[in-house]
């Protein structure tokens, strides 16, 4: 489609319009979710992007922006406006702009028909817990940077690796690591040639060993300071103490 703008310093008039679609066509529950709080609040924290047609908005991403990944809070496209790639235009926008900072971005589906659209823009599912449940929430991530990949067997290497289990360290005393990352570094550096990217749960339990030798075992939330380990884990570097 011509015309099409896509605005990372929206005006009053684009909230309002943005308003006047929603509320008038119902299209995303306003009050009971807290959606259009969130909309607020990302205008005023300059985390709004919008289309625009004809200089009237017909889409949008309201995000939160946690320097290493974006979380997207609600997003929308005007129902007349749908199946024109709007949606995939806003998405490219934001990771054009941000790519330099961010290593991924993750939200949470609602309404849950809206899965298929986020999997064709890219975005996979969190990964399952032991009991191969996902949170009562379903939740999904695009990673946007290369990153070390992770292996499913323990091959033998005498590099440091990271193993991750999908449950906490409690249930998994006896059990093999999901994931498996055999660590690399840049010369002379502890930084590692690639980062580790890797999304589930802050309750899951993390080990870096060499060997025999352990150098941490814990969950994902108690692991490293110095890197950014929530739901969303990124190791760029670590550091013997």
């Known amino acids: 489609m011509e015309d099409i703008k896509i605005l990372f310093n929206p005006k ?32 005023k924290n300059k985390n709004l992007v919008i289309a625009t047609y004809k200089n009237k908005t017909i889409g949008f991403y309201a995000f939160s922006n946690y320097d290493s990944a974006i979380s997207i809070n609600v997003a929308e496209v005007n129902s007349n406006f749908r199946r024109k790639g709007i949606a995939r235009l806003l998405l490219e926008e934001i990771i054009q702009k941000y790519e330099k900072d961010i ?36 939740e999904m991530y695009r990673i946007i940077k290369p990153f070390l990949k992770s292996k499913r067997n323990n091959s033998k290497t005498e590099n440091e690796i990271i193993e991750i289990w999908n449950d906490e360290p409690y249930k998994t005393k006896d059990d093999e690591p999901n994931w498996i990352w055999n660590l690399k570094f840049n010369k002379k550096t502890r930084i590692l040639e690639k980062p580790i990217v890797h999304f589930g749960h802050y309750e899951w339990r993390i080990r870096w060993r060499k060997g025999n030798e352990i150098f941490k075992d814990c969950k994902y939330k108690y692991f490293d300071n110095q890197n950014d380990i929530y739901k ?10």
């Open 232 to 241: 969303f884990m990124l190791i760029k570097e670590l550091h013997k103490k």
């Open 103 to 138: 290593y991924a971005l993750h939200l949470f589906c609602a309404p849950e028909s809206s899965q298929k659209i986020w999997k064709k823009l890219g975005f996979k599912y969190f990964p399952n817990n032991s009991e191969n449940n996902r949170s009562t929430k379903v």
């Open 12 to 43: 009053q008039k684009h909230l309002d319009e943005i308003a006047e679609w929603i509320i008038d066509k119902i299209e995303i529950p306003i009050k009971s979710s807290g959606n259009w709080d969130c909309i607020t609040d990302a205008y």
